[in-house]
């Protein structure tokens, strides 16, 4: 009975061993993994604080671990050719960006705590990325002033006054240059609430720029303000003016053409010997442009008249 003990004794021992030795070519037959990862691969998933088999496994939804680059491929790109970090940041990106709006809904539609607590952990992963991302660009804007647009259009308090005063400055004297090659023309009702209120400020913004003012009543009705009004008979539909809303303001530029039919840019200085060229005007009868309607303040009006005559797209905004 001894010599059997010990024989099934050892065929036991036997037996452990070898389920040990079998247990990773099991492994490895049922996930279809490798047992042993790339050096490289391993070590990024070390670096993540990941264990070798946590990507395998199936964890769900909310479970997530570092995507191997050497796995990422771009759908246009040549088995085993690595994608760029630019796809790789896209493919992470959109992965972050559709998980995220997956917890939203289940949180909108199932307003658990659980469910909740998921998608703002979300947030505020996307507000550090935020602030992160706003940090960056303030250290470069600092470090590369031809990224610095406040340079262009000052914000703090101290250079956004002398900015203002500066361009207030021009505009009266591009006004007082370009005086004798524009007009307004002011289109009002007299039965215009609105245009009662405007009429005066239109008057004193021909006053202080110089800036010829031409009233035309749409409906006939004089003009306190304005003696010498001029009624509507038929040169607003003429314009493509048709049933205006007042008060309306249009711009009249005299043709920018000498003698010979070519343009003649007029230029004015103004500040610090700037130059500034007043939009040419290339047709032989002159041009008219609608500048807007409604009631608005004499510099309203000013620097709607300076930025379409005097600024380029892009330049003064």
């Not at 088999?53 to 909310?62: F, I, K, N, S």
């Not at 539609?109 to 303030?138: C, H």
């Amino acid at each position: 009975m001894t010599a059997i003990r010990h024989q099934l004794l050892r065929l036991a021992v036997l037996g452990v061993a070898l389920g040990f030795i079998a247990l990773p070519f099991a492994v490895q037959a049922q996930t279809n993994l490798p047992v042993q990862a790339s050096p490289a691969s391993a070590g990024r998933k070390a670096e993540a604080g990941l264990g070798s088999d946590y990507c395998a496994r199936q964890l769900g939804t909310w479970f997530y671990c570092d995507t191997d680059p050497d796995q990422v491929r771009s759908p246009n790109a040549n088995p085993g050719s690595p994608v760029s970090s630019d796809e790789a940041d896209m493919a992470a990106a959109e992965k972050f960006k559709a998980d995220m709006e997956h917890a939203r809904l289940v949180a909108v539609w199932n307003p658990t705590e659980e469910n909740i607590r998921r998608y703002y952990a979300f947030q505020q992963e996307t507000m550090d990325k935020s602030g992160l991302f706003a940090d960056t660009v303030r250290r470069l804007i600092w470090s590369d002033p031809s990224l610095d647009y406040t340079l262009q259009r000052p914000i703090s308090t101290a250079a956004k006054t002398e900015w203002v005063d500066t361009r207030n400055t021009d505009r009266d004297l591009f006004f007082r240059g370009a005086y004798d090659q524009i007009g307004l023309f002011y289109i009002y009702r007299g039965s215009c609430g609105p245009c009662r209120a405007a009429s005066p400020i239109v008057r004193a913004f021909g006053q202080r720029f110089g800036v010829v003012v031409k009233p035309i009543s749409a409906d006939g009705a004089p003009n306190p303000e304005f003696p010498n009004f001029v009624a509507d008979r038929g040169q607003l539909k003429a314009w493509g003016i048709t049933d205006p809303v007042t008060p309306a303001y249009l711009i009249y530029q005299k043709p920018s053409l000498d003698a010979h039919g070519n343009t003649r840019p007029v230029s004015i200085t103004v500040t610090d010997g700037k130059q500034i060229t007043l939009r040419p005007c290339e047709s032989p009868r002159g041009c008219l442009t609608y500048v807007g309607a409604g009631l608005l303040t004499v510099d309203e009006l000013a620097d709607r008249l300076f930025v379409t005559l005097a600024t380029q797209p892009g330049k003064d905004f």
